[in-house]
């Protein structure tokens, strides 16, 4: 376990997924997820190759929480590549509220608040 995860889980039921190289292959990256994601998901992080952006939200959508924080990164300088991540998160009804921070290459930040 890497330090992350260790004081992700050191105080509660938290866990890290780390996927490090992107040399790793989308099915091994969609089995990683399947073993080891949590009931809940909190926070999630995409910053990983452009194609499997919106196949991880999805897998891990069922997972979400209420008020779960979904950040993308790159979303201005690489937005032909998330086209249809962001159209997704955007349409009516998708449960997301989203904005784009104007940091360095753009920052997607969307919060996920389904209909109850």
Known sequence: MDDLSANATAYGKGAVIITKYKLAKADDLRETLKLHLLDQVDLLLLDIWKPMALPMLKLVQPKLKYGTVVVVDNM???????????????????GFSTLTLLYKGGLEMSVYLPCQ
Do not use: H, I, N, T
Request: charged fraction near 25%.
């Open 76 to 94: 201005l300088s690489l937005a032909e590549g998330y086209k249809e991540l962001l159209e997704y998160v955007r349409a009516p009804g998708s």
